[in-house]
Antibody
Framework: EVQLVESGGGVVRPGGSLRLSCAASGFNFDGYAMRWVRQRPGKGLEWVSRINGNGDYPEYADSVKGRFTISRDNAKNSLHLQLNSLGAEDTALYFC???????????WGQGTLVTVSS | DIQMTQSPSTLSASVGDRVTITCRASQSISRWLAWYQQKPGKAPKLLIYEASNLESGVPSRFSGSRSGTEFTLTISSLQPDDFATYYCQQYNTYSAWTFGQGTKVEIK
C-alpha cells in the first residue's frame, strides 16, 4: 500500500525554524518527484515546493523562495522541508504528496500542522 | 502564473441531485487539469486527471469534461459521501501548479 506520513509540525515563534519530514512506503520512492502543498486554516490549497526523483532539482513557490529548503533521502525513503524565517502567513497544514509521472498528485499524506505564533 | 477561477464557491444540493462545478483557466492548459475531493481534516483525494480520466477506484458518478479553457466536474447523482470541498488544479506548467479556490458542496 502506498503511504505517506508527515511529521515535524508544531508551534514556533515568528522568525523561527522547523523541519518537516515525510516517510514514504509502498512504492519506488526515487522514481517519483515529490511535492509539499500547504493549506492555511479555512483556505484553499497552495503548492509550496517540488523536488525531482534524484533530488538535484528543487523548486519553490515565490512565497517561500529563499526561506524554505526541500530535500530528500532516497536511501531512507524520506522527504524533508526546512522552514526558516517563519511568519504568521506560514501557519498551515503541510501535506507531502507524490507526483504521478508528468501528472497530478495521486497520493497524499495526512498533513502536519505548523503554527507560527508569539 | 496561470490563474484558475472556480465556481461556485458554495453549492447547496440534495442527495440525488446532478451537480456541476466549473473551473476556468486564464490561458490554455490543454487537458492538464485534475479534480480533487477534500473532506474536513483530511488530505485531498484525486478524482479526475487529464480533464476527463477517472482515477482508479473513484465512482463512475463522477465525470470531467473540457471545452477550451473551461473545465467541468459533474456528479451525476449526489450521494451522502459526496458532501465535501472540490478543487481543480492545473499541471500544464512544469512546476508552478495552481489550484482553484475550491467549491464546498453542502446539504440543502
Amino acid at each position: 500500500e502506498v503511504q505517506l506520513v508527515e511529521s515535524g509540525g508544531g508551534v514556533v515563534r515568528p522568525g523561527g525554524s522547523l523541519r518537516l519530514s515525510c516517510a514514504a512506503s509502498g512504492f519506488n520512492f526515487d522514481g517519483y518527484a515529490m511535492r509539499w502543498v500547504r493549506q492555511r486554516p479555512g483556505k484553499g490549497l497552495e503548492w509550496v515546493s517540488r523536488i525531482n526523483g534524484n533530488g538535484d532539482y528543487p523548486e519553490y513557490a515565490d512565497s517561500v523562495k529563499g526561506r524554505f529548503t526541500i530535500s530528500r533521502d532516497n536511501a531512507k525513503n524520506s522527504l524533508h522541508l526546512q522552514l526558516n524565517s517563519l511568519g504568521a502567513e506560514d501557519t498551515a497544514l503541510y501535506f507531502c504528496a507524490r507526483e504521478r509521472h508528468g501528472g497530478p498528485l495521486d497520493c497524499w499524506g495526512q498533513g502536519t500542522l505548523v503554527t507560527v505564533s508569539s | 502564473d496561470i490563474q484558475m477561477t472556480q465556481s461556485p464557491s458554495t453549492l447547496s444540493a440534495s442527495v440525488g441531485d446532478r451537480v456541476t462545478i466549473t473551473c476556468r483557466a486564464s490561458q490554455s492548459i490543454s487537458r492538464w487539469l485534475a479534480w480533487y475531493q477534500q473532506k474536513p481534516g483530511k488530505a485531498p483525494k484525486l478524482l479526475i486527471y487529464e480533464a476527463s480520466n477517472l482515477e482508479s477506484g473513484v465512482p463512475s458518478r463522477f465525470s470531467g469534461s473540457r471545452s477550451g479553457t473551461e473545465f467541468t466536474l459533474t456528479i451525476s447523482s449526489l450521494q451522502p459521501d459526496d458532501f465535501a470541498t472540490y478543487y481543480c488544479q492545473q499541471y500544464n506548467t512544469y512546476s508552478a501548479w495552481t489550484f482553484g479556490q475550491g467549491t464546498k458542496v453542502e446539504i440543502k
